[in-house]
Structure formats: structure tokens, C-alpha cells
């Protein structure tokens, strides 16, 4: 079994609210969608950030998945690409709570799929989860609609650009 390290990049601001949705959601997938079958586990994860990190995974509690569990909640849950509208993504970068590397796992999977060229991806500065500003959101809506309408999205670059730009270190979304 390989041996993973985990670092929360979890702001402390955001970790009440994290907890309690994670806790949520857990609870939904496990209860209600799976009948109480688990497809979690943790073993082979090495938590680290703690001040004690060999106390820390001396003594949390270690499980497998149900593999069962793991495949139906597959069924319910993976993303297969294949969209057939225009679809936009507006993201902060420093989003305390969905942490804008995700945006990189979307974009690659439309790209598998073959539907790539219906994905525009755009970014705020900003630092908030669900709370950006008015103004980006009009502006999104706005060239998303016009997009929908005439097939034209706003200026972006070209995929050969896009491929030069992403050799640069230290430019874009590492996935």
C-alpha cells in the first residue's frame, strides 16, 4: 500500500465551516446515498502539519473502503465530460474552502471527453468561498450568455499559446 502525505492548506478562518460541511456531507454519502456503506478510507495517508505528527498518526483511527461503496458512489458521482453546452467557471484563486487546483481536474476531464473548446475558465483574486463581487459575476453571466447565443467567448488564448504559457514556471494551475 503506498504511503501518502497530506498537508490541510485549510485556513483557519474557514475550518469550523469546513468541518461542519465535510461532517454534512460525509454523513449524505455514507447514510442516504449508500445505505451506510463506507467508501472512505485513510490507510497509507501520513497526516502531517500537526505539532506532534507521529502522535498524531500513532493514534487516528484507520479504515478501508467498501469497495462496493467505492463503485456505486462512482456511478453517482464521476464526471464524464461530456457537456454539451458552453459551460464557465469563475474561481478565486485564494478560495479558502475549493481550492482553485480543482479547476485543472475539470478542464483535463472535458479535454478527455473531447469537450474542451465548451470550457472557459476564469479567476478572481479574490479570497472567499460563494462571495465574489457583483460585478464579476454580471460580467461572467453576461459573456457566458453572449457565448450561449453567437458562439463567440470572450478574448482567450489560443491552445498554442495556452501550451507555450504553461512551460513558464510558475504560470497557471498546477494540477
Not at 64 to 85: C, E, F, I, K, M
Request: no cysteine.
Amino acid at each position: 500500500m503506498r504511503s501518502h502525505s497530506h498537508d490541510s492548506n485549510v485556513q483557519e478562518k474557514s475550518l469550523k465551516t469546513d468541518l461542519l460541511y465535510a461532517t454534512y456531507l460525509f454523513h449524505d454519502i455514507v447514510v442516504k446515498r449508500l445505505g451506510g456503506r463506507n467508501p472512505f478510507g485513510n490507510r497509507g495517508v501520513r497526516y502531517t502539519g500537526s505539532h506532534d505528527d507521529q502522535a498524531l498518526n500513532a493514534g487516528v483511527a484507520r479504515f478501508s473502503p467498501d469497495p462496493a461503496a467505492r463503485r456505486d458512489l462512482s456511478y453517482d458521482s464521476d464526471l464524464t465530460g461530456r457537456v454539451n453546452l458552453p459551460v464557465l467557471t469563475l474561481h478565486a484563486i485564494h478560495d479558502p474552502q475549493v481550492f482553485v487546483e480543482h479547476e485543472a481536474a475539470y478542464r483535463a476531464t472535458l479535454r478527455a471527453a473531447g469537450r474542451g473548446g465548451r470550457l472557459v475558465q476564469t479567476f478572481t483574486t479574490e479570497s472567499e468561498h460563494g462571495k465574489l463581487s457583483d460585478s464579476e459575476y454580471a460580467a461572467s453571466i453576461t459573456a457566458l450568455d453572449r457565448w450561449a447565443h453567437t458562439g463567440r467567448s470572450w478574448p482567450a488564448m489560443t491552445a498554442a499559446q495556452e501550451r507555450a504559457w504553461s512551460r513558464i514556471d510558475g504560470v497557471g494551475i498546477a494540477p
